[in-house]
């Protein structure tokens, strides 16, 4: 996909980070011009396979708001977030699109996780005109196959996340791979982008084994990973999770099985200790934030911890069942703080300084880890419209999700394949 466009370079990105630079020094307003609140939209996954996230995006969201607005708001004035559910169907997710633009007034839209419904409504967000700020995770904000009103500045998406955890995986677990992932956008990412990265890492994936996302059952599709599989890599997605990972169990038993490196969206919202999932000790997860608190949390994460009601084990503080989605929801929380910072720094005071607004996220080149960026440090490619994150190794251990590798930025970088900001508006 790469079109020979130039990035700016690594160097120049982690010194910008150094410097703590979280925008280019753009004029701001001191004073609103006007009171009338800044409406957001949310476009939310209450219902369908991706309600476990959006219960959580929505409480996350929340939290931010609070703190967003008991600090003065967005250019001194208030900030209201408007959710509206798409039923996580892109063709639903387009209409969402339309009514929080055209019927609710919103400024700017955010919050969509999976990526066939982002997939399917940001055309519309482009058609309309409208920022569309996205807190998913595929490939396609960076591939360029979007457009200049969609960008991705808090959470890093797959590509990045699976290249970064190739060499770790190859020199620590083993090199003859087999991958299970969901048969759509999101999982063809790691398909297409850990495999390359593994080969390069000196390993090779044997298997793909591709399963619609609103499977029910895996019993038919586990007798397909090879028997010379060193590590199975799952990344699996929906309502169905839970039993995927116990099937998993059944399939293997107490007899030999090979190492086991999953993503945590197959077990998010899921507790790790639960009844069926003992197997599960000793195996090895991607989070992108750790959801049991480690040894030495910083204070803004304790922070971030507190505001969103999860306790140290990532469940709710007002019900243990309640597991978070902890390794994605940052995204909702950064991006929030994200429109802040480039509404202040376009000094944007209503749609008509929505191109405005996207420029001057386009100027942003580093977020610093702190209270508003509680996941770590980030470098933010606007050409690209990507941001860059570390990334987390942990080990099931005791039940507990305790890290054991974290990557550095320049883990998950690579070459741009496209330059949003030469395409018109």
């Known amino acids: 996909m790469t079109t020979g466009l130039l990035r700016p370079s690594r160097r120049t990105l982690l010194s910008g980070l150094a410097a703590g630079a979280s925008a280019l020094a753009l004029p701001r307003f001191v004073q609103a011009q006007s009171s009338a609140p800044i409406k957001l939209g949310f476009q939310l996954h209450r219902t369908g396979i991706g309600a476990a996230y959006g219960r959580w995006y929505e409480r996350t969201a929340q939290a931010a708001l609070k703190k967003l607005n008991d600090e003065g708001g967005i250019n001194g004035r208030p900030v209201e977030i408007l959710f509206e559910d798409d039923g996580t169907d892109p063709r639903r997710g387009a209409e969402v699109v339309e009514k929080l633009t055209s019927q609710a007034g919103c400024d700017v839209i955010f919050g969509p996780l ?118 199975l890599y799952h990344v699996m997605v929906g309502p169905a999770v839970l039993t995927f990972v116990k099937e998993l169990g059944e399939f293997y038993g107490s007899g030999a099985r090979p190492e086991i490196f999953g993503f945590i969206d197959s077990l998010e919202a899921v507790d790790i200790a639960s009844p069926g999932l003992e197997f599960l000790e000793g195996t090895h997860f991607w989070e992108g934030m750790c959801r049991t608190k480690q040894e030495g949390e910083s204070e803004a994460e304790t922070a971030y911890r507190a505001a969103v009601g999860v306790d140290d084990n990532g469940a709710s503080v007002s019900d243990a069942r309640d597991v978070s989605t902890y390794a994605h929801m940052f995204s909702c929380w950064e991006t929030l703080f994200v429109i802040k910072e480039g509404m202040e720094a376009a000094g944007y005071q209503g749609p008509d300084d929505r191109q405005k607004f996207v420029e001057a996220i386009e100027a942003m080149t580093a977020f610093s880890a702190g209270a508003t960026h509680p996941q770590g440090d980030k470098v933010f490619n606007g050409k690209t419209h990507q941001v860059f994150t570390p990334q987390f190794v942990s080990k099931v251990e005791g039940g507990k999700l305790l890290r054991v590798h974290t990557t550095t930025l320049e883990d998950g970088m690579y070459e741009d394949a496209v330059d949003y900001t030469t395409m018109s508006f």
Not at 135 to 160: T, Y
Not at 207 to 213: Q, T, V
Request: net charge neutral; with cysteine.
């Open 114 to 231: 999976f990526s066939h419904v982002v997939i399917g409504s940001a055309p519309r967000a482009g058609e309309l005109k409208v920022p569309y700020l996205v807190c998913s995770e595929g490939f396609h904000v960076a591939s360029g196959m979007l457009n200049r009103w969609s960008l991705q500045p808090g959470i890093s998406d797959v590509r990045a996340q699976a290249s970064s955890m190739a060499p770790w995986i190859a020199n620590t677990l083993g090199k003859k791979v087999t991958m299970v992932f969901p048969d759509y956008a999101f999982g063809h990412d790691h398909r297409d982008y850990f495999t390359p990265a593994i080969e390069a890492a000196g390993g090779e994936v044997i298997k793909h084994i591709a399963i619609p996302p609103t499977e029910t059952s895996f019993t038919r599709y586990l007798p397909q990973i090879p028997r010379d599989t060193e590590v």
